[in-house]
């Protein structure tokens, strides 16, 4: 049974910076596209960012292009969303799943959702 531990989150003013982890185990994690999805208080959970297998394709929500990075390291079972220029609306639990492609990580999830990791932006 593969594992999602989301990290990387907290409390942050407007306008700065912060880096979330997902740390996958299991040996498949590299076949598999990644992707970022947030769900804040009272609203679905929304797609964010996703990333194919090997790291050469990215998607982003219209919301946060240009503000948020999405990166993978295949050898640590990792992958990374890079925030700045944060906002309040990004306030939300972010987290984190796998699909087959990238194409069906909006979509289709592979595996569990873990515990998420808390993101609060204070204006």
């Known amino acids: 049974q593969v594992q999602l531990v989301e990290s990387g989150g907290g409390l942050v003013q407007a306008g700065g910076s912060l880096r979330l982890s997902c740390a996958a185990s299991?040996?498949?994690?590299?076949?598999?596209?990644m992707g970022w999805f947030r769900q804040a208080p009272g609203k679905e959970r929304e797609f964010v960012a996703a990333?194919?297998?090997?790291?050469?394709?990215?998607s982003y929500a219209d919301s946060v292009k240009g503000r948020f990075t999405i990166s993978r390291d295949n050898a640590m079972n990792t992958v990374y969303l890079q925030m700045n220029s944060l906002k309040p609306e990004d306030t939300a639990v972010y987290y984190c799943?796998?699909?087959?492609?990238?194409?069906?990580?909006?979509?289709?999830?592979?595996?569990?959702w873990g515990q998420g990791t808390q993101v609060t932006v204070s204006s």
């Open positions: 799943n796998a699909a087959f492609s990238i194409a069906l990580i909006a979509t289709t999830k592979l595996y569990s």
């Open positions: 299991g040996r498949a994690f590299s076949s598999y596209a």
């Open positions: 990333i194919s297998w090997s790291g050469g394709t990215t």
